[in-house]
Each structure stands twice: as C-alpha cells, then as structure tokens.
C-alpha cells in the first residue's frame, strides 16, 4: 500500500517537522512494514514555471512531422527582452498539437532536469533556437500520457488563475513523500489512507480524523431495488447520482492521489470509486444506471452462466462463485470484477454507486479459482470494515456531485445489516503475564480502546469488543499483541526460553544433516528446485506407464500450467539447473538435492475432517494421511564435465558415473549403512551403464549411472551426463540404531589384502559383501584397491583385490587372529561367488 504523506494529514495531525522516514520509524515501532520512502518528483529539478501561449505556427517538415514554432510568457523574471518583432517571452519549438493560443502550460527553462536525467537546455533545432520545453505528463512522472503536453486549467483549483512564471510544481502536486507499506494479510484496515492514518496518528499521539463519518442507517428501499440471497453478502449500499457530466476531467489534485498510491488515472467518476477505495478502505463499484435491467441480485452462480468482466474475458462461473446479477444475467464477480455489460462509458450520465460487503473466504476463492487478483479482491481476502459501505457510498456520491455537477437520488437502498462483531473475556493480567513486561489493566483498556475496541471492565477481567474493521482480533493472543506493539517491542525485555530438558533434533532430522554435510565434504553442492513436473517430463525420462512415477498428484491451482503436477523424481529439476548453469558457461557441474517426492494415493477417498474441539485419534490421524498417499524424501545427484580439472595433481578426470555411485554409498555410509549393486535396465538410465543399489537386506534404495542418450537428447545435458537418486527416507529406516557415544579402539589395526578370481560379469559389491559377511565381528573395513583382467588371470575372468581392516576394542590382535578372519572372509567369497584365491606370480 502507498500511502502519499499529505494525504495522510488530511486524517492525521501529524507534526509539521516529521517527515516520511520519521514516520516511517514511527510506525515501524508500531508493528508495520515500511519498506520505502519515495520522494516523488524528486528527479524533478530546476525551473518549472508556468507558461501562456502568445502565439503559435504550425511548420511542416520535410520527414512529414508538424512541429509548432510558440512565444510563451514564462514571467517577467524569465522572458527574454521584447523587441519589435515579438513581445516578451521565449520561443519553444513544440511537437505536441494539443493547446491554443491563450492555454496555460507547463514550461521547463534550460537548466531543469526531468525524469530520466533529461537535461534541458537552449538549442538550435527545427531552424529555430528552443529556449525551454512545454513538458508533458509522461516527462514529469505524472503518468504514461505523452500524447500532448500539458494545458493547466484557466483557473487554480482552490485560488485565482496561475500567472505565467509561478511554479509549476505545486499546481501540477508534483512533489510529496509516499509511505511504501507491506501489508500483513492480518491488517487489512492498513490497505486503505484512513487505516494508515489511524496508525500513524497512534504511534505520534496526535488526533485522528475518521473519513467515515455516517453510521449505516437500518434498511432502506427507496432507492435501486436489491435482493440478497446469499449469506455471503450481509450488506449491500446502493445511492444513484444522475446528471453526471462525463466530459469534465479528473482534478489534477485527485489524480496525482491516485497515481501516488499506485493507480493510474482513467476517467473522473472511475477515478473517484478508486479515490474512495484507497481512503476508506471499502471497495467501490459504479454501474451504468441506464445499462441496469432491474432488480440487483446477490446470488452464487448457476451451472452454464458465464460473464464477461471488465478486462474483456469470458470467463465460466463455478457454482461457488458469487455474483452480481440483474435481468439481464451475471453483471459482475462480486468483490472481484465488474462485468463489462454495465460498465461507465464516456457517455454515462447516470451512475448507481454499489457499496456492498462480502465474504472474505468467498472472495478469495472466487480470485484464485479464476486467477483474477484484483484491488478490491486484495481487500475483502483480507477483511473490510463493513460499517464503511455506507458512508463510502455516499462519499463517491458527494464527490460526483460536485466535481462532475452530478445530482443524488433522494432515495438510496440498504440491504441487510452490519454484522456484529464478537466479545471476548480476558484476565485483565493476561498482556503482563504474556509479555514479560508490566502492563496495567488501565493501560491495557487505554491501548486497546485507542486500536478502536470497545472495553467494560468487571473485577479482574475485561469483555473486549473489536471495532468492526478489526476481523482479525478473535483470540485473546490477538489483544495481546495489540497492546505489545502499542507499548513497544523494543521496550520489552528480551528474554531467551530455557529449551525443556531431553529436547533437540530428531533420530531422522540428525540422519539427513549427516547426509547432506557429508555429500557436500565430497565435493557436490547443494541446489533447490521447484517441486513440479509434467507428463512431458516423465516421457522424456522414458518411465514406463505401470511405473509408479506415474502416480501423480495434480495440482488445483498451479504456477504454470506446463508443470501441473507434485514431482514423483528429483532429476528434472536438477535436469533444468544443469541447463541453466551450462548456459552461463558452468560447465563443470556435481550438484545435488534433497526433497520430497510426492507419489498419489491408489484410491480416491476423501480424507475426514475430524472436530476442533480435541484432537484426533491416531486412526483418525492415520485416515487424513492415506488420501495425501506416499511422500518419501529422496537424494538426487547429477554431474557433468570434469570432476577434477587438469594440473599439478594430474591430468583431467571427467565426471561420471563413478562419482555418481559414490554419492549414494557416501550418503549411506554418513547413516551407517553399506550398499550392493547390481547392473539393471531402468530409465532414464543407459541400458547396461545402470547400478542397482540395495541395503545388505536386500531393499532397493535407488540407481545411479550414465544417463541414456535420448534423455540427455531431451533436456540439453552434456554426452555421458551421468546422475543418481536414492530413497532417502528408506535409507533412514534401514540405520542401524546410533548410540550418543560411539567408542574409539586404542588398540592397532591389523592388516590383511585378498587377491579372488572370479568371473568378469561378478559385480564387485557382491564380492565385497560376501567377504564382509564371512569376516566377521573383527572387520572394520572392506575396500576395493585393484581390478585386473588379463592372461594370467584367463579370458572371461577378472581378480579384484581387497583391502580388509580388523580391529578389537579390547585388545590388539594377534597374526593368528586376523589371518582366521581373513580366511573366513575368502571361504564365504568361495561359497557365494565362486572366488579363488589368486597366486600372485614372482
């Protein structure tokens, strides 16, 4: 919300030395968020004055342009001398054809500076010397019109006719400090000048004006006829002005609010529902009286309607929707946007000014469903003050009357009623007990009576009332933050909660920080994505049909509509910032993620909806979560170019599907897990360059490995882009349990390296596991070191070499020991794989 400071003393009487960042501070203090001060025409600088036009001559040219060669008054002090030819002025060549001789204009002498840092100065141009420039709106950053320049009306708005050489910036409201004020979606009475000055008024301790001056009267039927016939609109305000004079423009005072507060300027009676928006807060919506069919109706839609709104779409109306309707069918989406069927036109005379207050929820609903966010709609999501449906009505209509010579109907229409708003009893105590801070029962009934609530007190207690623009203050947690942010953040002690005992990070929130340091110390980074996807995607993956990354969830309401769906896989997002460093010539890339994937439920069902008022049962827990289906994190990892660079540490290692595996079995070893692999078909990797990766149980986790070429074809990756994913909640489940305190052996290592044999389509893993398996308790470690293939060990063979560590907690282990175990370990590898012992050749 933009909130220009001189509006804002028209309500508040604000100090006459506090300025936009002093008040800024101000209510900074009071729980707002200033984000900006804007000095608008700021950029502005020099001499701007008022010009008359003595004369004008239309000069054609030769590239077919029209330039206006004029003799402006500029003022005494600024004209340049008379002579016998031309009176005392300054010649201006023009381009605009807009004015005539006689007009009041808006002049920049040489030396101004205008918007864009746009220098003027005399120059020779046209084969005239142009002493200045008559400036146009778009030049002076008072709007996008740059189709004529300027003409001042004869007459100030509030005083004689300008004489040439004044200064143009207060006529024209150029300069003023605009408050930019980020609003929480639990202050919706500060998306309005009279909520912002309510504020501004308590926070400096100076008197508030309240622009709503008139109470809803109960109700009336004398003016347009309306019905209402849905609980979602328990007010609706109609006043009819007639005689409207649809020629006369915008004040420019007028205008310049709007624009300021970050509206442009349409037409005067558009203009002025916008003005009375922003200063009350109450959205306005003004229909052409002659366009009307009857009766207005308040309904929710019927199946088939549809209705097109004032930017020009048809759009169909769901059952939920709220309308406005007459005769003639929807005229308009309630609190959202007026239908274009009945919309003002440079022709309306006759004006039916709508002031009506609906429900928040249904509005918001209503702008989601139809992606339609509008001013009003921004409003009523966040609650509007329905006691203000009356008067802003009649302030749209007094204004129409008198800037646009307009006539008010001697008789308007109420329909319905203002609701009332709830009471609430609260200890007198509770703000001091709350806040750590002492706080009276006196003051806390000043504070909350000055946010406007209505407080008895009655012993030790006090039955609060919240002003009707106050929806929010339902809880007594609500009053107690009223009353914090009035006495003052900064003036409440800080004080740090002592953390219960037996507290911290769960078992599975500690597993995936040790996952994600120890991926990271491996050399990957970090990335996020967005957690979408589409069919396309999966079809570029190549996941077959039956596959369960089939399974997805739609999403009702998506930021796009090409990636609809919660993601089953963590890789085309990945996929997308390969894509996108690699763009920006990061080549090189080993980036990873952690998430969720969100698979759909196998069936339908709704999920219950179990009462507030205690908290549900685990089998009611159980039956809300089965609809939402399965929702594992995963690990994913992709890689690109080199994973080491060429230099003194050798020559260039590319990045592969080494390094892809070794991902996974890092991110398992972090958990105390070990992984087996196995070669297997499964998109998006490439047939034959894919691993299996299972727990020691025998549960598959995930694959790693190259990916297929159609895929890296797909997405734009690199030749031999290789990546991983993993289950990572499955890993989670397959830790072993983790005491706090895991003890060191003091004692040495002993030593032992196998040579087996084994045929060449044996995987590693398996013989690894296999000798794992058979070592024993004394094992502390198993590592691959050597793959050979060659004469000495025959065709269709190969003898990989292992490294086998052992160790004892309590002692240190003899020769003996460890060459048992170091047998054991060989004798399960020669009963499970086949494996015989090589004999290394002198």
């Known amino acids: 919300m933009k909130a220009p400071l001189s509006w804002l003393r028209d309500y508040a009487a604000l100090p006459d030395g506090l300025g936009g960042r002093g008040l800024a501070?101000?209510?900074?203090?009071?729980?707002?968020?200033?984000?900006?001060?804007?000095?608008?025409?700021?950029?502005?600088?020099?001499?701007?004055?008022?010009?008359?036009?003595?004369?004008?001559?239309?000069?054609?040219?030769?590239?077919?342009?029209?330039?206006?060669?004029?003799?402006?008054?500029?003022?005494?002090?600024?004209?340049?001398?008379?002579?016998?030819?031309?009176?005392?002025?300054?010649?201006?060549?023009?381009?605009?054809?807009?004015?005539?001789?006689?007009?009041?204009?808006?002049?920049?002498?040489?030396?101004?500076?205008?918007?864009?840092?746009?220098?003027?100065?005399?120059?020779?141009?046209?084969?005239?010397?142009?002493?200045?420039?008559?400036?146009?709106?778009?030049e002076l950053g008072l709007g996008e019109d740059h189709d004529g320049i300027i003409v001042l009306a004869p007459a100030a708005e509030n005083g004689p006719e300008p004489a040439p050489g004044a200064d143009a910036a207060p006529i024209l409201h150029l300069r003023d400090e605009v408050l930019d004020i980020a609003v929480t979606p639990d202050r919706g009475y500060c998306l309005s000048l009279r909520g912002l000055a309510r504020e501004a008024a308590q926070a400096t301790g100076t008197r508030f004006r309240d622009p709503v001056d008139k109470v809803t009267p109960t109700e009336a039927t004398d003016g347009h006829p309306v019905r209402l016939e849905s609980p979602a609109c328990p007010l609706f305000v109609a006043v009819s002005v007639s005689g409207v004079d649809p020629s006369q423009p915008t004040p420019r005072w007028l205008a310049r609010r709007v624009q300021l507060a970050g509206m442009r300027s349409i037409s005067l009676t558009v203009d002025i529902t916008n003005y009375v928006m922003l200063e009350t807060g109450q959205p306005i919506h003004a229909y052409d009286a002659e366009s009307l069919d009857g009766t207005i109706v308040v309904r929710t839609a019927q199946a088939g309607e549809t209705l097109t709104t004032l930017d020009d779409t048809v759009r169909e109306l769901d059952a939920d929707d709220l309308l406005i309707t007459d005769g003639s069918g929807p005229i308009g989406l309630?609190?959202?946007?007026?239908?274009?069927?009945?919309?003002?036109?440079?022709?309306?005379?006759?004006?039916?000014?709508?002031?009506?207050?609906?429900?928040?929820?249904?509005?918001?609903?209503?702008?989601?469903?139809?992606?339609?966010?509008?001013?009003?709609?921004?409003?009523?999501?966040?609650?509007?003050d329905p006691a203000a449906a009356y008067a802003a009505a009649h302030r749209v209509a007094a204004l129409l009357a008198e800037l646009a010579g307009g006539t008010i109907e001697r008789g308007e229409t109420v329909a319905g009623a203002v609701p009332a708003t709830p009471s609430l009893t609260i200890d007198a105590d509770l703000p001091s007990r709350i806040l750590g801070t002492e706080v009276s029962a006196d003051t806390a009934v000043a504070l909350l009576e000055a946010v406007g609530a209505s407080v008895a007190v009655e012993g030790e207690q006090l039955t609060v009332t919240p002003p009707t623009w106050r929806p929010d203050l339902t809880d007594p947690y609500d009053y107690v933050e009223e009353v914090?942010?009035?006495?003052?953040?900064?003036?409440?002690?800080?004080?740090?909660?002592?953390?219960?005992?037996?507290?911290?990070?769960?078992?599975?929130?500690?597993?995936?920080?040790?996952?994600?340091?120890?991926?990271?110390?491996?050399?990957?980074?970090?990335?996020?994505?967005?957690?979408?996807?589409?069919?396309?995607?999966?079809?570029?993956?190549?996941?077959?049909?039956?596959?369960?990354?089939?399974?997805?969830?739609?999403?009702?309401?998506?930021?796009?509509?090409?990636?609809?769906?919660?993601?089953?896989?963590?890789?085309?997002?990945?996929?997308?910032?390969?894509?996108?460093?690699?763009?920006?010539?990061n080549d090189d890339l080993a980036i990873f993620e952690t998430g969720s994937v969100f698979y759909a439920a196998e069936s339908a069902a709704a999920a219950p909806r179990p009462p507030v008022t205690r908290r549900p049962t685990a089998d009611q827990l159980a039956a809300m979560d089965a609809p939402l289906g399965q929702q594992p994190r995963h690990l994913a990892a992709v890689l690109t170019g080199s994973w080491r660079t060429a230099g003194w540490v050798g020559p260039v290692q590319p990045a592969g599907w080494q390094q892809a595996i070794s991902a996974a079995e890092i991110a398992a070893r972090a958990l105390g897990v070990t992984l087996t692999r196995r070669a297997v078909d499964r998109p998006p990797w490439h047939p034959g360059r894919c691993a299996e990766l299972s727990t020691t149980a025998g549960e598959v986790v995930g694959y790693a490995g190259e990916l297929h070429p159609q895929v890296i074809t797909a997405y734009g990756l690199p030749e031999r882009t290789a990546a991983v994913e993993i289950d990572l909640s499955a890993l989670l489940e397959a830790a072993p349990p983790r005491s706090s305190v895991v003890p060191i052996s003091t004692y040495p290592v002993a030593k032992e390296d196998v040579a087996l044999i084994v045929g060449s389509d044996v995987p590693a893993a398996t013989v690894q596991a296999a000798l794992r398996r058979g070592a024993g308790p004394l094992l502390e470690s198993v590592e691959l070191f050597d793959v050979y293939t060659g004469p000495q060990v025959g065709d269709g063979r190969k003898s990989l070499a292992f490294a086998l560590r052992f160790r004892a907690s309590d002692r240190t282990l003899t020769d003996a020991e460890s060459g048992s175990a170091r047998d054991a370990a060989v004798a399960a590898a020669s009963e499970e794989v086949a494996a015989e012992p090589r004999v290394l050749q002198p």
């Open 25 to 138: 501070e101000q209510l900074i203090r009071a729980g707002l968020e200033v984000e900006t001060v804007e000095h608008a025409g700021a950029d502005v600088s020099g001499p701007l004055v008022v010009g008359r036009v003595l004369s004008s001559v239309d000069e054609p040219q030769k590239n077919g342009k029209i330039i206006r060669w004029c003799r402006v008054d500029v003022g005494s002090e600024h004209n340049q001398p008379a002579d016998d030819q031309v009176p005392a002025s300054r010649g201006i060549v023009c381009g605009a054809h807009n004015f005539a001789v006689g007009d009041l204009v808006v002049v920049a002498l040489p030396g101004a500076v205008l918007t864009g840092e746009f220098t003027i100065a005399a120059r020779k141009t046209y084969g005239h010397l142009s002493d200045g420039m008559i400036c146009s709106a778009r």
């Open 334 to 384: 309630a609190g959202v946007m007026g239908g274009a069927s009945t919309e003002i036109s440079p022709a309306t005379t006759s004006v039916v000014i709508e002031a009506a207050h609906f429900d928040a929820m249904t509005i918001a609903r209503t702008s989601r469903r139809h992606r339609l966010s509008s001013e009003a709609s921004r409003r009523f999501e966040r609650g509007v």
């Open 484 to 585: 914090g942010r009035l006495v003052g953040y900064d003036s409440i002690e800080p004080t740090v909660p002592r953390a219960p005992v037996g507290r911290g990070l769960t078992t599975a929130q500690k597993g995936r920080r040790a996952v994600t340091a120890a991926v990271v110390a491996a050399g990957f980074v970090e990335v996020l994505s967005l957690p979408f996807l589409s069919v396309a995607d999966l079809d570029s993956l190549g996941v077959a049909a039956d596959d369960r990354r089939r399974r997805l969830n739609r999403i009702a309401n998506p930021l796009a509509e090409t990636s609809p769906y919660l993601r089953t896989t963590l890789l085309p997002g990945l996929f997308a910032a390969v894509a996108r460093n690699r763009s920006r010539g």
